[in-house]
Structure formats: C-alpha cells, structure tokens
C-alpha cells in the first residue's frame, strides 16, 4: 500500500486548521491581536481568574507563548493579574474593562465568520462533521 501523504487524515486536518486559522485572523487581527492573545482573552472571558497553568490548559498551548500572550496583553490594558486569594503561589488573571469591551466587539464577528464557514456545508454535513470531531476530540482530548 503507498503511503500518500496528501490522503493522510492527521495531515489533511493540519492543513485545513492552519489554512482556517490564517483566515479567521481577519476577525481578531483589526484588534491587533495575535492567535495566541485571541485565545487568551476568549479563554479569560470564560473562565475568570485563571492561572497561566488553567490557560495553557485550555487553550492547548504551551507555557512560552501563554505568558508571552499574557504579558502583551497586560501592556496593552487589556487583563490584569494578582495573586490568588486561596493560593498565594498562584497568579489568576482577568480581563480589565477594555478587554471585556474587545471581546464582546470581536466575538459575535467570529460568530458570522464561523456562520459562513459552516454555509459550505448542507445540515446532514454540518451535523456529521460535529459528531465525529466530537468523537475525535473525545479520542485525543481526554
């Protein structure tokens, strides 16, 4: 059997994510945002206080780029961090009023952009394709 890596699913789904993500950039790039500060700031609005260990976590990237995301984003007024109340180890973070504002301008246009991406799609498509990167994630993200 020849191996084509053109037909290799792990590939193909790389591909498509980095070709969806340099798309959608338009979305979060009008703020001067870069992917990992989009990440952050989506991550802080939805989960309030989290340590750079939780956002790492969620946003399945790694602790350099966590922090670096972070500390851009405390310079551009956008979260502020303090020490935990319950861990005085832990540093929690959360979004200022500027990064509040940013994230409610942004989201609902990542909506619409997401919208017109799922358009391609006819609803049997669309729902098979969530089911089974629901089946997917479940495999590798557990």
Known sequence: MAFDINEFLPYRMVRLANAMSEAFSEVYEQAG????????????????????????????MDKSTVSRAIKQLQQQGMLVAQQSETDKR??????????????????????????????????DEKQALLATMKKLEGHFLT
């Open 33 to 60: 945002l870069t992917i990992p500060q989009w990440r952050v700031l989506v991550h802080l609005a939805q989960h309030p206080g989290a340590t750079a260990k939780q956002l790492c976590d969620l946003a399945s």
């Open 90 to 123: 832990a540093t929690e973070m959360t979004l200022t009023e500027l990064g509040t504002v940013l994230y409610e301008t942004l989201t609902p246009e990542a909506l619409v952009w997401e919208s017109k991406l799922l358009s391609e799609l006819n609803p």
